[in-house]
């Protein structure tokens, strides 16, 4: 049973574009949300989290837009740029969590063409 | 200041072989979390360690144990490899059990032969 479901899959914007990333959780218990972005050969980086309090948040040119009724939230990259080119993973977690045991979606590859 | 750090960068080793990797934690960060990452997928808990004691696991054979040391440093065992185990392993530190901001090291890439 996956607990945390991302799309698309992968995305190509041009620079300059808005790039939105959605996922969608099962678990109402979750009360953290992170996206992290993850370069070839590399770790997975925090980007930006939202806790259910609040409906959106943001950080440059990252946005987290969060649906606790509808059991989503989506990143949204302003003003893409070609370095912002990376797979993006959203997760979520709560303290009912083996312990904070993040639960990943499977990653969305971002390509932004110049 | 150091992230988290993690060795051996890469390591190759033939089916039923053991294997053990290490983690360093970010300083002053006492948590260390175990994550599987397969090709194409997202990270996947295989352990979360603090103060020397497991405080979770994911769903994980027993092959695959853990532990946590004094100056809270970390290795992930992983007995009788089999090929499904090729994988990036990734560490990632914590200021506590309780701390949800994790953050992961570049991963320790095992292929198995």
């Known amino acids: 049973q996956q607990q945390v479901k991302q799309s698309p899959q992968s995305l190509i914007v041009q620079k300059g574009g808005i790039s939105i990333i959605n996922c969608a959780y099962e678990?109402?218990?979750?009360?953290?949300f992170p996206w992290y972005q993850q370069f070839p050969g590399k770790g997975p980086a925090l980007l930006i989290a939202i806790r259910p309090d609040v409906s959106e948040k943001k950080e440059g040119r990252f946005t987290i837009s969060f649906n606790k009724s509808a059991k989503q939230f989506s990143l949204h990259i302003m003003d893409s740029q070609p370095g912002d080119s990376a797979t993006y993973f959203c997760a979520a977690t709560s303290s009912n969590q083996a312990g904070t045991a993040l639960i990943f979606g499977k990653g969305t590859t971002l390509s932004v063409s110049s | 200041d150091a992230g988290v750090t993690q060795s051996p960068t890469h390591l190759i080793k033939t089916r039923g072989q053991q294997v053990t990797l290490r983690c360093s934690p970010i300083?002053?960060?006492?948590?260390v979390s175990w994550y599987q990452q397969v090709l194409g997928q997202g990270p996947q808990f295989i352990f979360q360690y603090y103060e020397k004691e497991e405080r979770g696991r994911g769903n994980f054979p027993d092959r695959f144990s853990a532990r946590q040391f004094p100056n809270y440093s970390s290795e992930l065992n992983v007995n009788a490899l089999l090929l499904g185990d090729s994988a990036l392993y990734l560490c990632?530190?914590?200021?506590?059990?309780?701390?949800?901001?994790?953050?992961f090291g570049p991963g320790t890439r095992l292929t198995v032969t």
């Open positions: 300083s002053g960060h006492k948590s």
């Open positions: 990632a530190s914590s200021f506590g059990p309780s701390s949800y901001e994790q953050y």
């Open positions: 678990n109402t218990a979750f009360d953290y």
